[in-house]
């Protein structure tokens, strides 16, 4: 079985097995917004700004099987 939960960064690396996660990369968000700000602030129609995806970050830990054993089995 594999456990896969959202971040928290003074628990999640500690914790045993240590819990493999997604993070919000909360510093791109704050270049995303400011960058959108920007943009509306020369042109407060809003008609040059777009949708942005900001990928989550994957922590990899030891709370997930591996992919390579389990196709060992089969």
Same mark, same amino acid.
């Given at each position: 079985? !594999?456990?896969? #939960?959202? /971040?928290? =960064?003074?628990? $999640? ?6 819990? #493999?996660?997604?993070?919000?990369? +909360?510093?791109?968000?704050? /270049?995303?917004?400011?960058? #959108?700000? /920007?943009?509306?602030?020369? !042109?407060? !129609?809003?008609? !040059? ?8 970050? +994957?922590? /990899? =830990?030891?709370?997930?099987? $591996?992919? $390579? $054993?389990?196709?060992? =089995?089969?």
């Amino acid at each position: 079985y !594999s456990v896969i #939960t959202l /971040e928290n =960064r003074y628990f $999640s690396p500690y914790h045993t097995p240590a819990l #493999t996660t997604f993070e919000q990369d +909360f510093a791109k968000l704050a /270049e995303a917004a400011l960058a #959108t700000a /920007e943009l509306l602030r020369k !042109s407060p !129609s809003g008609s !040059s700004v777009k949708n942005q995806k900001i990928p989550y970050i +994957f922590h /990899e =830990r030891q709370s997930v099987a $591996s992919l $390579s $054993s389990d196709r060992d =089995r089969d």
